[in-house]
């Protein structure tokens, strides 16, 4: 929202909703319905009490009433207390009538017509208490009609309980002239100043200053959030333990497009490229997350990244780490920077990124590595797949030809590393092989044709039949069933 209206209305609002704390009823409130005719402790009083009673009758009405204290009231009503000032209210329930209340609960109760007010009178009848601003506060401070206050005090409660603004129903508050002059007062206001509609819509950098100004707050925009992180980032005397923090906190605000752009441009995306060439594994795996949020779908940071030598401190780091943690972060932002670019794609087929990730999948001793790392390679063979049938159909290459990515994971061993992957027990990692294995496996068909190999994919097919029979969730049957059909027909079939 760049606009907001702003009438007295809305003033009154903001600061009714702290000023009116006694008054409000919200988490600290209990309300009770229907309850028994009796007597209840409600606020003090001057009339009489006897044995515990106050003589004075309870008229109810569809409004809500303060219930003195020792009052009795009559049954069937709707009761509500606030729990801070202790003071309770009463009135009908909303679905009834107060006659109808009467006759229902079989009470002796009636509203004279003296007492009693018309639907009309009860329309343009104001619904809540009037704030009055006094030297000295009477004994009667709060009740249905009136609050006042001091207008040192007014103050006060303002600011103490100024993170209460817009958290209560107080529409219905209305202010004596003497209270709206104070409040114009601190809000810098004239009194009289002519409303027009030029003056109804503010800015946000207007309405931030008057945060400032007459609130105290301290609203920073996400640009300067975000530099204040960088520059604890640069500060030498920082802890890794702050900067770490700063980096988390720096990843909450980079995965929106603008965020990731403005970054670099307030040259924080550098800094945090060179702490993926920290000594301290757990910064580079921060910085890692931070650059993967960052260039997620965004052509511009990636190739910022690039320019500021990112991709090659990212292949350094998977060749390096020694922490698992550290390796998937680093593969997770390998493949949000290369993931759509196709020229930063063969930058890291030159830089040898590919082989950094298949040796992950050689000899990583964690299965959900190995997992991702494949995930990753099949990621980009659909769409550099994608980019080809494209060419073919444009006529600039011949059908069947393999692009150069697809060429240099083969070389590097990538149809050897596959079927031996379908041996683990995990069928997440299964299905994600053997989707692997369909989009490769015509470019696969000469190293692939191994009896060894052979032996392996048939193998695994006779393992999920037998357990396709045995399973009695339908779900996960169909599921299976679905991995069987790839493995049958995508991929044997062009084997054998």
């Known amino acids: ?236 005397k920082a802890t890794d333990k702050e900067k770490s923090v700063s980096l988390d906190t720096l990843e909450d605000y980079v995965h929106q497009i603008d965020n990731g752009r403005d970054l670099d441009k307030i040259g924080g995306l550098k800094e945090v490229i060179h702490l993926l060439n920290d000594s301290s594994e757990i910064l580079q795996e921060k910085a890692a997350n931070v650059i993967g949020g960052a260039a997620q779908s965004n052509k511009e940071v990636q190739d910022a990244i690039f320019k500021h030598g990112g991709l090659k401190f990212l292949i350094r780091m998977l060749d390096l780490a020694k922490e698992k943690l550290t390796q998937k972060k680093g593969l997770y932002a390998v493949s949000a920077v290369i993931r759509g670019n196709h020229q930063i794609q063969n930058e890291f087929v030159k830089y040898g990124g590919l082989g950094s990730v298949l040796r992950i999948i050689k000899e990583s001793e964690s299965n959900a590595l190995k997992v991702k790392a494949v995930t990753m390679m099949y990621d980009l063979i659909v769409e550099q797949n994608e980019i080809m049938q494209k060419l073919i159909q444009a006529g600039k290459i011949k059908p069947g030809e393999q692009s150069p990515l697809f060429k240099s994971l083969k070389e590097a061993g990538w149809c050897h590393l596959l079927v031996p992957m379908l041996q683990s027990e995990d069928y997440d990692s299964k299905e994600k092989v053997i989707q692997a294995l369909v989009v490769s496996v015509q470019s696969c068909v000469k190293e692939l044709k191994n009896e060894k190999y052979i032996s392996e994919l048939t193998k695994q097919l006779k393992l999920l039949e037998t357990t396709i029979v045995e399973e009695d969730d339908q779900d996960f049957k169909s599921y299976l069933v679905s991995l069987k059909q790839q493995l049958a027909e995508n991929i044997l079939k062009q084997l054998v």
């Open 1 to 236: 929202m760049q606009y907001l209206t702003l009438s007295w209305c809305f003033v009154w609002t903001l600061v009714v909703a702290v000023a009116f704390h006694h008054f409000s009823y919200g988490e600290n409130d209990i309300v009770v319905s229907d309850i028994s005719e009796g007597v209840v402790d409600g606020i003090p009083d001057e009339m009489p009490i006897k044995d515990g009673i106050n003589s004075e009758r309870f008229i109810p009405t569809h409004e809500w009433q303060v219930i003195k204290r020792g009052q009795a009231i009559p049954a069937g009503l709707h009761v509500r207390m606030n729990f801070q000032t202790g003071v309770k209210e009463a009135k009908l329930m909303d679905s009834e009538s107060s006659e109808q209340k009467s006759v229902t609960k079989g009470e002796q109760f009636h509203v004279s017509d003296s007492s009693s007010k018309s639907t009309e009178e009860i329309k343009k009848k104001k619904k809540g208490p009037k704030i009055i601003l006094a030297d000295e506060l009477p004994d009667d401070t709060f009740s249905n009609e009136k609050i006042h206050y001091k207008k040192s005090h007014l103050k006060q409660v303002l600011h103490d309980f100024k993170d209460k603004i817009g958290t209560k129903d107080i529409e219905h508050v209305t202010w004596s002239d003497d209270a709206k002059d104070m409040l114009q007062e601190s809000f810098g206001e004239e009194k009289d100043e002519p409303k027009t509609e030029a003056k109804k819509f503010r800015s946000m950098d207007e309405i931030k200053k008057d945060l400032e100004k007459n609130m105290g707050w301290n609203i920073k925009s996400d640009v300067q959030i975000m530099q204040d992180i960088v520059h604890q980032l640069k500060d030498e």
